[in-house]
């Protein structure tokens, strides 16, 4: 008799956890990886040539890599200004998009993107230009709205580039 009782018991289980398998049962959605950080210039460390640094109050600088070590053209060389352009590419290159907002060019001013904060201009190897555009800090200090000017959508990545620019700062000349 009791084996009975077991088997039924057995046969009850087995069917609730089908019934919870079929219908109630759902996947825990996957995970992003790192493959989703996309970087907004896809370009490496050694394909930069030229780099230009540009303030909404006129002041700017520019370095060219010559041989492999950069050479300031326009700006004051300051205490370790080769090593602060050096992280300053490096990082640049690294920076990744944390957001799009798409179409967003419509609405310049909301995100300071309508007089930049900073104007930096990157020139490859290959003589291509990229313009990204630096406007305010989001509100919660995090990141920095940032947009190519040949682009309509507006940029969010971290605030790290605000940091990076403030090593480039003090090489900056008036225009």
């Not at 640049?92 to 799009?100: F, I, K, M, N, S």
């Not at 907002?101 to 291509?128: C, R």
């Not at 990545?157 to 990076?164: F, S, T």
Request: hydrophobic letters at 45%; proline letters at 5%; glycine letters at 6%.
């Amino acid at each position: 008799m009791k084996e009975k009782h077991i088997l039924t018991l057995a046969i009850v289980l087995f069917a609730l956890v089908c019934y919870y398998m079929i219908f109630e049962f759902v996947a825990p959605d996957a995970k992003p990886g790192p493959e989703a950080l996309v970087p907004i210039l896809l370009l490496d460390y050694d394909d930069v040539q030229k780099v230009a640094v540009k303030t909404s109050d006129g002041r700017e600088f520019i370095a060219e890599r010559q041989e492999g070590h950069w050479s300031l053209i326009k700006g004051q060389k300051g205490e370790r200004w080769a090593d602060n352009i050096t992280d300053f590419v490096a990082n640049l290159v690294r920076t990744v998009e944390v957001d799009r907002i798409p179409g967003g060019s419509s609405e310049l001013s909301i995100y300071g993107l309508d007089n930049p904060t900073y104007q930096i201009i990157v020139t490859d190897v290959t003589d291509k230009t990229y313009q990204l555009l630096i406007g305010d800090t989001t509100p919660v200090k995090t990141s920095v709205y940032a947009k190519f000017a040949e682009s309509p959508d507006v940029l969010i990545v971290g605030a790290l580039v605000n940091w990076e620019i403030s090593k480039i700062v003090p090489l900056l000349t008036s225009a």
